[in-house]
């Protein structure tokens, strides 16, 4: 293990001087303190004392439910920590906000808090820290989330290629031919990538691949009421969503107006969250196996720890067939004629 000696030898400062930038003394300067933390990292020297007996992890939450079972990221969590905790390591949970990515350094919050590696959950393209993972050095894995060209940091994910294809694939074979596509807004990796992916797997199955068959919001009412008639009327059988909630608010939202899933219209989820198998119909949706991926995370993790700079880890997704799906209708559906309310009750006054 490196110790401060090696860091003040490499940079040719003295003991003293890495000392203070490794404390956040005030009397280095912030060029000084950066080249002591980067070279820390690179030389693999870490704070933790002889008393300490596990090296630490980090895993990093945000943007994601995980204290209850049925919580989202609730199974990742268990994942991680059932490979994690048996091979000797001490499992941190770090809720993670964008303030505290403002207000530190990713390499030297990792070294102050002696975590040697760490694990993310939820992270967004726009997060600060995002940009600080194309340089880190410190052993990362992001779920959903690439980051090309760093050896130090690897992806973790469900094959969302395949899983578009198996849901596709599916829905072609009960005689749907026009599919539509509803998601929430793409400022997310994954969701931009099941985008592309619905339109690969519409190509590859010989089907109608027109970009208007697709819409996209930030907020699902605005999404289901702005993109969800346009779809209707362009013929599609049916909708594949980006993920299980927009799937149950689009049935809702089908409901009230008076279309029958899956007789009227067909619907497929993403990601088979428990309450997929309460919806009413039961959704039909790809399922990642989230146990797996807090694994997949791990087994990641500590192959960048040990010096192997795997890049991208992918599980193969699962196609759930529930009683969202049934074969197409012989004609698509129209929506039902909204009458106007001012006008029929001024049409029963005698």
Known sequence: MATMDDIARELGITKGTVSKALSGAEDVSETTRKAVVEKAVELGYSRISRTQERPRLALFILNMSYDKPDDFGYDMVVGFRKMAEPAGYEVVIVPLTTQMQLETQYDEFMLRENFRGAFFLGMTLTDPWMKLFETCRTPTVLYDNHVPGNPNVAYVAADNTEGMCL????????????????????????????????FQALRENGMDDRQTLAGSALQTPVCLQSHLPRLIKEGCTAIMCSHDLLASSLMLHCWELGLHVP??????????????????????????????????????????????PISTFLLHPQLIERDSTAPAPDKPAKLP??????????????
């Open 263 to 308: 007789q009227d219209i067909s619907v497929v989820g993403y990601d088979d969250i428990p309450m997929a198998s309460y919806t009413s119909p039961k959704l039909t949706t790809v399922r990642q196996n989230r146990t797996e991926l807090g694994k997949s995370g791990f087994y990641a993790l500590k192959s960048l720890m040990d010096g192997v």
């Open 337 to 350: 004629e909204l009458e106007d309310a001012a006008g029929s009750a001024a049409a029963a006054k005698p």
């Open 167 to 198: 849901a596709v694939a599916h829905l072609k074979s009960l005689g749907h031919k026009r599919i539509g596509y509803l998601s929430s807004a793409l400022g997310s990796y994954v969701y931009r990538q099941r985008y592309a992916a619905f």
